[in-house]
C-alpha cells in the first residue's frame, strides 16, 4: 500500500521542515496564487460556468493535492484541457449533470492508482495527446471570439461548426471596443510579464484593462452583466441523481478521468525535468482523484496538474508541497475578500486571456514536426484533432487510443517474422554436419495475436520434408494467449505429420508461460533446451529415434 500511495508532504515533513524552506514555499505559493486568478477566472467562464467555480476549484482541488500528492511542487485546479468537455456537459446535462460526471471520474482517478496505472497512461502516444491538445487549443480561440467581437449571441452553440455558423450571422453587432479591449489585453499578456520578471501578463492585463474599463465606463459586457453578482462563499451542495441515468456519465466522466491523469502525470513529468526529482505517479492519480470527488461538493469543477502554474512555482523558488498549500489560500482569500472587483473583468479581457492560453496550448511546432515524420504518426494527429473539433473529444480519445493500438500492433507484427537459419554460415561451422532431415528456423519479436497467424501460417508451409524441426525462440521476449493457442494448433498439425518439434534459446519467462500453459508437457521437457548446442543433440537423438522406429 505505502509503494502505491504516498503523498510527498508526509515524505517532506518527515524529513524535516524548516524556517528556510518555508520563506520560499511562501513566495512561490504567493505569486502563484495571483498568477492562477486570471487563468482560473477564463477556464470557468469559457466552461460555461460562473467566475467563482473556477476559484473554487483552484482553492479546494489544489488544496488536496498538494496535501495528498505524488509530485513536490504540483500546483492543481482548471486546466484549458477539460474547457470543451465541460461546456459540453453543462449544455447536455446541467451542472448536476457536471457533478456527477466529475465525482465518477474521480473515483476513475482512484481506481487507476490503486491499479498502478500511472506509469501506463505515461506511454499514451505523443501524436494523439499533441492532436486532441491542438483542437482543444483551436475550439478554445472559437469560443473566445464571441466576447473578443462583443457579439450579443444568446446559447453559443457548442460544436465548432455551430459557433462559426452563428458569428456569421451576428457579426453585424461586432463592439469595437470589445476588439480593442482584447488586443490589448492580448499584448499585455504576451509582453507585460517582463515589466516584472516573475510575474506573468495576464495578472497585469486583468488588473490594468479591468481598471481603465471601470474607470472609463466603456460600453462592454462584464462579469457581472454577464453573470450577476459573484458570491463571496461557497456551501456544500449534494447533487440530485438518479440512478436509472447513471450510464449516461459514464463516458464523459471517463473521458475527464483520462484527460486528468494524462495533464496530471505530464505536469508532474515537466516538474521532474525542472528540478531533477521524480514524482510518484500512482499516489498522483489518487490525490487527483480524491480532489475530483471532493471539489463538486463544493461547487468546483474537474480539476487536474497545471503545467504552467506548476512551472511558475518552481521557478520561483518552491521547495515542498506547502508552496501548493499556500497558493490555494490565496485562491481562497481571493474568493472571499475580492469578489466584488472580480465581477468588474470585461468579459473582453477573458476572451484575450483565453486567446493566449489557446496559442500556448496548441503545440503548432510540435504538430509541424510530427506532420513531416512517420504516416502513421500523421493519421493519429490529424484523427485525434479533427474528431476533437468536429465531432467531440471523448470520441477523439476513444477513436485516437485504439486506432494507436491497432497501428502499434501492426507495427510490431511487422518486426515479428519467422525464417530459415543457414547452419552452413561461419556462425554455425560446428554444426555443419546437421543431419538431413533436421531443418533450423529462428523466430523474431513477440509471439503475440499480432503475429499469431503469420506464424503458424508460415510454420505449415515450412514444415514439409522435415523429421524434426529446431525452433529459435531467443529473440521472442513474451508470448499471448491467442500465440499460445496458436502454437497448440501448430505443434497439432506437425504431430499429424510425424514432424518432432524441439526449442531452442527459450527466455525463463517464455518458458514459464509455456509451462503453465501444458506445451512444456506437449512438446517434452527435454526438447525445451537452453542453448543451440543441446537443441541440435536433443534434434539428432529424435531423428535417430525416427529412423530406428522407421527400421522396425
Same mark, same amino acid.
Given at each position: 500500500?505505502?509503494?502505491?500511495?504516498?503523498?510527498?508532504?508526509?515524505?517532506?515533513?518527515?524529513?524535516?521542515?524548516?524556517?528556510?524552506?518555508?520563506?520560499?514555499?511562501?513566495?512561490?505559493?504567493?505569486?502563484?496564487?495571483?498568477?492562477?486568478?486570471?487563468?482560473?477566472?477564463?477556464?470557468?467562464?469559457?466552461?460555461?460556468?460562473?467566475?467563482?467555480?473556477?476559484?473554487?476549484?483552484?482553492?479546494?482541488?489544489?488544496?488536496?493535492?498538494? /496535501?495528498? #500528492? $505524488?509530485?513536490?511542487?504540483?500546483?492543481?485546479?482548471?486546466?484549458?484541457?477539460?474547457?470543451? +468537455? %465541460?461546456? &459540453?456537459? !453543462?449544455?447536455?446535462?446541467?451542472?448536476?449533470?457536471?457533478?456527477?460526471?466529475?465525482?465518477?471520474?474521480?473515483?476513475?482517478?482512484?481506481?487507476?492508482?490503486?491499479?498502478?496505472?500511472?506509469?501506463?497512461?505515461?506511454?499514451?502516444?505523443?501524436?494523439?495527446?499533441?492532436?486532441?491538445?491542438?483542437?482543444?487549443?483551436?475550439?478554445?480561440?472559437?469560443?473566445?471570439?464571441?466576447?473578443?467581437?462583443?457579439?450579443?449571441?444568446?446559447?453559443?452553440?457548442?460544436?465548432?461548426?455551430?459557433?462559426?455558423?452563428?458569428?456569421?450571422?451576428?457579426?453585424?453587432?461586432?463592439?469595437?471596443?470589445?476588439?480593442?479591449?482584447?488586443?490589448?489585453?492580448?499584448?499585455?499578456? /504576451?509582453? #507585460? $510579464?517582463?515589466?516584472?520578471?516573475?510575474?506573468?501578463?495576464?495578472?497585469?492585463?486583468?488588473? +490594468? %484593462?479591468? &481598471?481603465? !474599463?471601470?474607470?472609463?465606463?466603456?460600453?462592454?459586457?462584464?462579469?457581472?452583466?454577464?453573470?450577476?453578482?459573484?458570491?463571496?462563499?461557497?456551501?456544500?451542495?449534494?447533487?440530485?441523481?438518479?440512478?436509472?441515468?447513471?450510464?449516461?456519465?459514464?463516458?464523459?466522466?471517463?473521458?475527464?478521468?483520462?484527460?486528468?491523469?494524462?495533464?496530471?502525470?505530464?505536469?508532474?513529468?515537466?516538474?521532474?525535468?525542472?528540478?531533477?526529482?521524480?514524482?510518484?505517479?500512482?499516489?498522483?492519480?489518487?490525490?487527483?482523484?480524491?480532489?475530483?470527488?471532493?471539489?463538486?461538493?463544493?461547487?468546483?469543477?474537474?480539476?487536474?496538474?497545471?503545467?504552467?502554474?506548476?512551472?511558475?512555482?518552481?521557478?520561483?523558488?518552491?521547495?515542498?508541497?506547502?508552496?501548493?498549500?499556500?497558493?490555494?489560500?490565496?485562491?481562497?482569500?481571493?474568493?472571499?475578500?475580492?469578489?466584488?472587483?472580480?465581477?468588474?473583468?470585461?468579459?473582453?479581457?477573458?476572451?484575450?486571456?483565453?486567446?493566449?492560453?489557446?496559442?500556448?496550448?496548441?503545440?503548432?511546432?510540435?504538430?509541424?514536426?510530427i506532420l513531416k515524420g512517420s504516416r502513421y504518426d500523421v493519421l493519429v494527429l490529424l484523427t485525434a484533432f479533427f474528431l476533437t473539433v468536429f465531432v467531440d473529444l471523448t470520441m477523439a480519445i476513444e477513436v485516437g487510443m485504439v486506432?494507436?493500438?491497432?497501428?502499434?500492433?501492426?507495427?510490431?507484427?511487422?518486426?515479428?517474422?519467422?525464417?530459415?537459419?543457414?547452419?552452413?554460415?561461419?556462425?554455425?561451422?560446428?554444426?555443419?554436419?546437421?543431419?538431413?532431415?533436421?531443418?533450423?528456423?529462428?523466430?523474431?519479436?513477440?509471439?503475440?495475436?499480432?503475429?499469431?497467424?503469420?506464424?503458424?501460417?508460415?510454420?505449415?508451409?515450412?514444415?514439409?520434408?522435415?523429421?524434426?524441426?529446431?525452433?529459435?525462440?531467443?529473440?521472442?521476449?513474451?508470448?499471448?494467449?491467442?500465440?499460445?493457442?496458436?502454437?497448440?494448433?501448430?505443434?497439432?498439425?506437425?504431430?499429424?505429420?510425424?514432424?518432432?518439434?524441439?526449442?531452442?534459446?527459450?527466455?525463463?519467462?517464455?518458458?514459464?508461460?509455456?509451462?503453465?500453459?501444458?506445451?512444456?508437457?506437449?512438446?517434452?521437457?527435454?526438447?525445451?533446451?537452453?542453448?543451440?548446442?543441446?537443441?541440435?543433440?536433443?534434434?539428432?537423438?529424435?531423428?535417430?529415434?525416427?529412423?530406428?522406429y522407421k527400421l522396425r
Amino acid at each position: 500500500m505505502n509503494s502505491i500511495f504516498k503523498p510527498k508532504l508526509y515524505v517532506v515533513l518527515k524529513q524535516g521542515y524548516n524556517r528556510y524552506l518555508f520563506q520560499k514555499d511562501l513566495y512561490a505559493g504567493i505569486i502563484v496564487g495571483f498568477v492562477a486568478l486570471p487563468l482560473v477566472i477564463a477556464f470557468a467562464v469559457a466552461s460555461g460556468v460562473s467566475p467563482e467555480k473556477g476559484l473554487i476549484t483552484a482553492a479546494i482541488a489544489g488544496l488536496v493535492v498538494s /496535501i495528498l #500528492g $505524488g509530485s513536490r511542487f504540483q500546483i492543481a485546479g482548471p486546466t484549458g484541457v477539460f474547457v470543451m +468537455i %465541460v461546456y &459540453g456537459i !453543462v449544455q447536455k446535462y446541467g451542472l448536476d449533470g457536471l457533478m456527477i460526471s466529475t465525482i465518477l471520474a474521480g473515483l476513475m482517478l482512484v481506481g487507476f492508482g490503486f491499479l498502478r496505472l500511472g506509469v501506463i497512461i505515461k506511454y499514451i502516444p505523443h501524436p494523439l495527446v499533441v492532436g486532441f491538445t491542438s483542437g482543444i487549443a483551436l475550439v478554445i480561440f472559437s469560443a473566445a471570439m464571441k466576447d473578443a467581437f462583443g457579439l450579443q449571441i444568446n446559447n453559443l452553440p457548442a460544436d465548432f461548426a455551430g459557433q462559426w455558423t452563428a458569428y456569421s450571422t451576428g457579426f453585424w453587432q461586432l463592439n469595437y471596443y470589445a476588439l480593442i479591449i482584447t488586443a490589448v489585453t492580448i499584448l499585455i499578456a /504576451i509582453y #507585460g $510579464g517582463k515589466v516584472i520578471r516573475n510575474m506573468p501578463g495576464s495578472f497585469f492585463s486583468i488588473v +490594468i %484593462v479591468t &481598471g481603465v !474599463v471601470t474607470l472609463l465606463k466603456l460600453p462592454v459586457q462584464t462579469i457581472q452583466s454577464v453573470f450577476g453578482d459573484i458570491p463571496n462563499t461557497f456551501s456544500i451542495q449534494m447533487p440530485h441523481l438518479e440512478w436509472a441515468s447513471i450510464r449516461e456519465y459514464i463516458q464523459p466522466a471517463f473521458t475527464i478521468a483520462i484527460l486528468g491523469a494524462i495533464q496530471s502525470l505530464l505536469s508532474a513529468e515537466v516538474a521532474d525535468g525542472m528540478t531533477g526529482g521524480r514524482h510518484r505517479s500512482n499516489t498522483e492519480l489518487v490525490a487527483q482523484g480524491i480532489a475530483n470527488i471532493v471539489t463538486p461538493f463544493f461547487g468546483g469543477l474537474p480539476a487536474t496538474g497545471a503545467i504552467a502554474r506548476t512551472a511558475t512555482n518552481i521557478k520561483n523558488g518552491a521547495r515542498t508541497p506547502v508552496a501548493g498549500i499556500i497558493h490555494s489560500v490565496i485562491v481562497l482569500l481571493i474568493l472571499l475578500l475580492f469578489c466584488k472587483w472580480v465581477r468588474l473583468i470585461p468579459m473582453s479581457c477573458i476572451a484575450g486571456i483565453l486567446i493566449v492560453v489557446a496559442y500556448n496550448m496548441s503545440k503548432w511546432r510540435s504538430f509541424v514536426a510530427i506532420l513531416k515524420g512517420s504516416r502513421y504518426d500523421v493519421l493519429v494527429l490529424l484523427t485525434a484533432f479533427f474528431l476533437t473539433v468536429f465531432v467531440d473529444l471523448t470520441m477523439a480519445i476513444e477513436v485516437g487510443m485504439v486506432f494507436s493500438a491497432m497501428l502499434f500492433m501492426q507495427r510490431m507484427s511487422k518486426l515479428s517474422n519467422i525464417e530459415s537459419v543457414d547452419i552452413d554460415t561461419d556462425i554455425f561451422e560446428n554444426y555443419s554436419s546437421l543431419p538431413k532431415g533436421v531443418d533450423v528456423y529462428e523466430i523474431t519479436g513477440p509471439f503475440f495475436f499480432g503475429a499469431a497467424q503469420s506464424y503458424k501460417e508460415t510454420l505449415k508451409e515450412i514444415a514439409g520434408d522435415s523429421k524434426v524441426l529446431i525452433l529459435r525462440m531467443r529473440y521472442v521476449p513474451f508470448i499471448d494467449s491467442t500465440g499460445i493457442l496458436s502454437f497448440q494448433e501448430i505443434i497439432r498439425d506437425l504431430r499429424i505429420r510425424k514432424v518432432a518439434i524441439v526449442l531452442s534459446g527459450v527466455r525463463p519467462e517464455v518458458r514459464e508461460t509455456l509451462t503453465k500453459c501444458g506445451l512444456v508437457d506437449i512438446i517434452g521437457h527435454d526438447l525445451v533446451c537452453d542453448n543451440f548446442g543441446e537443441a541440435v543433440k536433443k534434434a539428432t537423438e529424435e531423428l535417430e529415434k525416427k529412423m530406428l522406429y522407421k527400421l522396425r
